[in-house]
């Protein structure tokens, strides 16, 4: 059980690790191509804030697309971007759900062993009740 919730714990990570260098790599390429498709974008962390924002579809308004080239580009930006950040969304989501997952599983853990041991308490007791006598049915045959 324990090397399962490792091997879950271990793929949880990678997802995250994939889900944002996916996410750095898209929005990477996009401020490179709104820096090159656009001429408004005259540096390159110009064109890397155009393309988070508006992949994050936030659009402050500082920073727009200003040919048809660009506006076009910018539709997948927006489409890729929403699409990598609910990953690492997912992904983040994932790991606080699998901590209280395992704060669960420990609990019914716990639960189950106090139960085992009052169990293991009942039959030792039946045992020495039995061997006392106390629990023989009375014999009204013989």
Do not use: C
Not at 81 to 99: D, R, W
Not at 114 to 125: F, I, N, P, S, T
């Amino acid at each position: 059980m324990s090397s399962q919730r490792h091997r879950l714990h271990r793929l949880i990570q990678q997802g995250l690790f994939y889900s944002l260098a996916l996410t750095l790599t898209i929005l990477g390429l996009g401020g490179v191509g709104f820096w090159v498709i656009d001429p408004e974008i005259n540096t390159l962390s110009d064109g890397l804030w155009l393309a988070f924002t508006t992949a994050a579809t936030v659009g402050f308004g500082d920073l727009v697309p200003s040919t048809p080239a660009s506006r076009m580009f910018s539709v997948v930006v927006v489409l890729l971007g929403l699409a990598v950040l609910s990953l690492v969304t997912a992904s983040l989501s994932a790991i606080f759900v699998e901590k209280e997952v395992q704060a669960e599983d420990r609990q019914i853990e716990k639960d189950l062993m106090r139960e085992l041991a009052h169990l293991r308490d009942d039959v030792a007791q039946l045992r020495q009740e039995i061997q006392r006598g106390k629990h023989l049915p009375p014999d009204d045959n013989h």
